[in-house]
């Protein structure tokens, strides 16, 4: 059982997540979006969401979210979510 103090000073830092509304209102769907909503509701996880990441080539082309700073792309939003899990353990 993890100890009060040990919560406190996890080793462990939050996977910062950002999107872009545009990019997720194109490519992820109904479908797709409870498996995203369970993976943001982790404890690990910081997301937010903006207007715009000026990223509007890749925006355009593919889902994608800019994890800890850097460009996160896919084929799919199942995949993107899929690189995302493999990101936060």
Known sequence: MPTF????????KKLKVEFC???LDQFVDEQSFPRYEEFFSSNRVEYKEYECLSECKT???SPYAK???QILTADTAFELLEKL????Q
Do not use: P, T
């Open 21 to 23: 509304q545009n990019n």
């Open 85 to 88: 899990k493999a990101h936060s």
């Open 59 to 61: 925006c355009k082309q």
């Open 5 to 12: 103090l040990s919560k406190i000073f996890s080793s462990k």
């Open 67 to 69: 994890v800890d700073g």
